[in-house]
């Protein structure tokens, strides 16, 4: 604003600016301005948020005065487009996890391996390739990773397993495995390069092996970043849609067969937004109500997460 | 050669540094024949074979263009305090981290030259680095234990290490030997960042005396610690000869004079004076050791 010296009293023997010491610059409109479109761009994403999940609730309203909470969590059969209508949520709760346990077996392990190579074993040329290649990893669209679960992960694992079927949980849910790895890799490596030197050199002078200073050290002073990438990770899965989707099958079942074809409730909601169901029937209510209970999954792993990383965490 | 003319040595230019008479000029605490000037109090380790001898050592770093070490010998008697000082980047931290291969860790660097622990090479061939640190403990410039419990950190490493005898008398110890036992006796099992700093030190040396080394070595120990703490840890250190040979780098002279039996001092990368701690401080043989005990340069 205004940057200019008043020059007020007599002009003094050097030419330094005398400045009005009452002139209001700190707390001058620009200031408060900024301010304030700081806090609305922070408010952004925590009202969409609670938009959301209005939404949700609201939209679900309707479905729940048609079917019974009892039922809704009762029954397991989830057959909204036949006549004769089921709508057990566990049919497609099971084949959504189903996948995210397939999808953590293959990316929490293989995520973390890679970060403790990544962060303490890689010289610096291995992972200056090792930490874009992952990062590319993360940049491949869901549906071409959707086509490769389809194209090439289930055939080959028709070579193992003979009678399985076209769609099925296992090639679907090691795909979105796949996908997550570089999630995990990337956020525990950060994790691991955020603890101090001085540790490990603190193991090392104890006369520990470097395994045991990266699964006793520094694996446990990292643990909490380590656990946010696990949690993120696995939220991601449970949301991810078009792999699912494309592999993974449209036929809600409550199993734990991963060989079987399945559906999960990101594919049940895809497939009634693309299809012809009338707005205000009781099947397109039924989005909302599978779509609440997806949102409120996401937000208890969040709680638990973050208890976790409180209670286990080794501050340093 | 330890009677060289003081003379000779042009004061602090780095030039005679590079005289060949540090090469031998160096006073190797075995007392050969001439004992220089007074063979006084301590007694000199003249019989006592050398815990620790380093022979002809050269260290480089960035893969030898940084030349760290040149040609220092030294022997580091049994159960004494052995303090090595100079000023800043004259090497002996990187001298210390030789002692127990800390430098390995440190990627692109190259030694020459061999150190010998109890007479066993250390830097043979055969000789794994892990078993070396076991053997030759460390503590650091910053106390640095583990985000842990105080109990952990002094177990940790005997752990590690396979120890399978009664934990917690090793643990109760190894604190009564860093002297810090009364301190947290009823706070073993909350973290060890509840400590203040120099509480935090001597549970680092703690952790180092519950492996059982033969050696420990402390870079700095109490620099970044305040005057009490310090000579806390001062005390622990005094203590601690008895059972182990120290080596001790510090860059405070008045420490060094405190705590040390041995001094030795180094110059960019060479050991100019090695001598009992009194001689050294009173009557040093070099002109740059005394340009930098009374305080002219460093």
């Given at each position: 604003?205004?940057?200019?010296?008043?020059?007020?009293?007599?002009?003094?023997?050097?030419?330094?600016?005398?400045?009005?010491?009452?002139?209001?610059?700190?707390?001058?409109?620009?200031?408060?301005?900024?301010?304030?479109?700081?806090?609305?761009?922070?408010?952004?994403?925590?009202?969409?948020?609670?938009?959301?999940?209005?939404?949700?609730?609201?939209?679900?309203?309707?479905?729940?005065?048609?079917?019974?909470?009892?039922?809704?969590?009762?029954?397991?059969?989830?057959?909204?487009?036949?006549?004769?209508?089921?709508?057990?949520?566990?049919?497609?709760?099971?084949?959504?996890?189903?996948?995210?346990?397939?999808s953590?077996?293959v990316a929490?392990?293989i995520?973390?391996?890679?970060?403790?190579?990544?962060?303490?074993?890689?010289?610096?040329?291995?992972?200056?390739?090792?930490?874009?290649?992952?990062?590319?990893l993360?940049?491949?669209?869901?549906?071409?990773y959707?086509?490769f679960?389809?194209?090439?992960v289930?055939?080959?694992?028709?070579?193992?397993?003979?009678?399985?079927?076209?769609?099925?949980?296992?090639?679907?849910?090691i795909v979105v495995g796949i996908m997550i790895i570089?999630?995990?890799?990337?956020?525990?490596?950060?994790?691991?390069?955020?603890?101090?030197?001085?540790?490990?050199?603190?193991?090392?002078?104890?006369?520990?092996?470097?395994?045991?200073?990266?699964?006793?050290?520094?694996?446990?002073?990292?643990?909490?970043?380590?656990?946010?990438?696990?949690?993120?990770?696995?939220?991601?899965?449970?949301?991810?849609?078009?792999?699912?989707?494309?592999?993974?099958?449209?036929?809600?079942?409550?199993?734990?067969?991963?060989?079987?074809?399945?559906?999960?409730?990101?594919?049940?909601?895809?497939?009634?937004?693309?299809?012809?169901?009338?707005?205000?029937?009781?099947?397109?209510?039924?989005?909302?109500?599978?779509?609440?209970?997806?949102?409120?999954?996401?937000?208890?792993?969040?709680?638990?997460?973050?208890?976790?990383?409180?209670?286990?965490?080794?501050?340093? | 050669?330890?009677?060289?003319?003081?003379?000779?040595?042009?004061?602090?230019?780095?030039?005679?540094?590079?005289?060949?008479?540090?090469?031998?000029?160096?006073?190797?605490?075995?007392?050969?024949?001439?004992?220089?000037?007074?063979?006084?109090?301590?007694?000199?380790?003249?019989?006592?074979?050398?815990?620790?001898?380093?022979?002809?050592?050269?260290?480089?770093?960035?893969?030898?263009?940084?030349?760290?070490?040149?040609?220092?010998?030294?022997?580091?008697?049994?159960?004494?305090?052995?303090?090595?000082?100079?000023?800043?980047?004259?090497?002996?931290?990187?001298?210390?981290?030789?002692?127990?291969?800390?430098?390995?860790?440190?990627?692109?660097?190259?030694?020459?030259?061999?150190?010998?622990?109890?007479?066993?090479?250390?830097?043979?061939?055969?000789?794994?680095?892990?078993?070396?640190?076991?053997?030759?403990?460390?503590?650091?410039?910053?106390?640095?234990?583990?985000?842990?419990?105080?109990?952990?950190?002094?177990?940790?490493?005997?752990?590690?290490?396979?120890?399978?005898?009664?934990?917690?008398?090793?643990?109760?110890?190894?604190?009564?030997?860093?002297?810090?036992?009364?301190?947290?006796?009823?706070?073993?099992?909350?973290?060890?960042?509840?400590?203040?700093?120099?509480?935090?030190?001597?549970?680092?040396?703690?952790?180092?005396?519950?492996?059982?080394?033969?050696?420990?070595?402390?870079?700095?120990?109490?620099?970044?610690?305040?005057?009490?703490?310090?000579?806390?840890?001062?005390?622990?250190?005094?203590?601690?000869?008895?059972?182990?040979?120290?080596?001790?780098?510090?860059?405070?002279?008045?420490?060094?004079?405190?705590?040390?039996?041995?001094?030795?001092?180094?110059?960019?990368?060479?050991?100019?004076?090695?001598?009992?701690?009194?001689?050294?401080?009173?009557?040093?043989?070099?002109?740059?050791?005394?340009?930098?005990?009374?305080?002219?340069?460093?």
């Amino acid at each position: 604003m205004s940057t200019e010296p008043s020059p007020t009293l007599d002009a003094p023997a050097d030419d330094r600016p005398q400045d009005d010491l009452t002139q209001q610059v700190y707390n001058s409109p620009k200031e408060r301005a900024i301010k304030y479109l700081l806090g609305a761009c922070a408010l952004v994403s925590v009202l969409t948020t609670i938009g959301i999940a209005a939404v949700l609730v609201i939209e679900s309203i309707p479905f729940f005065q048609n079917v019974a909470l009892a039922e809704f969590f009762g029954d397991t059969r989830w057959t909204p487009q036949f006549a004769n209508k089921h709508f057990g949520i566990w049919a497609l709760l099971s084949g959504t996890v189903l996948v995210t346990v397939i999808s953590a077996v293959v990316a929490l392990p293989i995520g973390l391996a890679s970060a403790i190579f990544i962060s303490e074993y890689a010289v610096p040329w291995m992972r200056q390739i090792l930490k874009p290649g992952l990062e590319l990893l993360a940049g491949v669209p869901t549906v071409v990773y959707g086509y490769f679960a389809l194209t090439f992960v289930t055939p080959l694992l028709q070579t193992f397993i003979p009678g399985l079927g076209v769609y099925n949980a296992l090639s679907g849910g090691i795909v979105v495995g796949i996908m997550i790895i570089p999630m995990v890799a990337s956020l525990s490596e950060d994790a691991l390069q955020a603890v101090p030197d001085s540790l490990g050199q603190a193991a090392y002078a104890l006369g520990a092996t470097k395994f045991e200073t990266v699964v006793r050290v520094d694996v446990p002073a990292a643990f909490s970043g380590i656990m946010a990438s696990f949690i993120l990770a696995v939220s991601r899965a449970i949301g991810e849609t078009m792999i699912v989707t494309l592999a993974a099958g449209a036929t809600p079942r409550m199993t734990l067969n991963p060989a079987e074809s399945i559906q999960t409730m990101t594919a049940f909601i895809v497939q009634v937004s693309k299809g012809d169901t009338p707005q205000g029937t009781i099947v397109y209510q039924s989005i909302f109500a599978v779509g609440l209970v997806l949102f409120l999954i996401t937000l208890v792993m969040n709680i638990i997460a973050n208890r976790i990383t409180l209670h286990y965490q080794e501050r340093y | 050669m330890s009677t060289d003319n003081p003379a000779d040595d042009a004061r602090l230019s780095p030039a005679s540094v590079d005289e060949p008479t540090f090469q031998n000029g160096r006073a190797d605490g075995a007392a050969d024949e001439d004992a220089p000037p007074v063979p006084n109090s301590k007694s000199s380790p003249s019989a006592v074979q050398p815990k620790v001898e380093i022979e002809d050592l050269d260290f480089w770093y960035d893969n030898g263009d940084t030349h760290a070490l040149q040609g220092i010998s030294m022997d580091i008697a049994p159960h004494q305090v052995t303090a090595l000082i100079g000023p800043s980047g004259c090497g002996k931290s990187t001298l210390l981290r030789c002692v127990n291969r800390m430098n390995e860790l440190i990627e692109n660097t190259v030694l020459e030259g061999g150190i010998h622990v109890d007479g066993q090479d250390i830097y043979a061939e055969d000789t794994d680095p892990v078993m070396v640190r076991r053997r030759v403990g460390m503590v650091f410039q910053e106390p640095n234990p583990f985000p842990k419990t105080i109990y952990k950190n002094v177990a940790w490493g005997a752990e590690v290490n396979g120890y399978t005898g009664d934990m917690d008398a090793l643990v109760e110890r190894s604190l009564r030997q860093a002297a810090l036992w009364d301190e947290v006796k009823d706070q073993l099992h909350s973290s060890a960042y509840n400590l203040s700093g120099g509480q935090q030190q001597r549970l680092c040396i703690a952790r180092t005396l519950a492996v059982h080394p033969d050696v420990v070595l402390m870079d700095e120990p109490a620099s970044a610690l305040d005057p009490i703490a310090t000579s806390k840890v001062e005390e622990t250190i005094t203590e601690l000869k008895q059972d182990y040979t120290i080596v001790i780098v510090t860059h405070n002279m008045q420490q060094a004079s405190r705590i040390s039996d041995e001094t030795a001092f180094l110059y960019m990368g060479r050991l100019v004076e090695m001598n009992p701690t009194d001689e050294l401080f009173t009557r040093p043989e070099k002109d740059r050791t005394e340009a930098y005990v009374t305080g002219r340069f460093g």
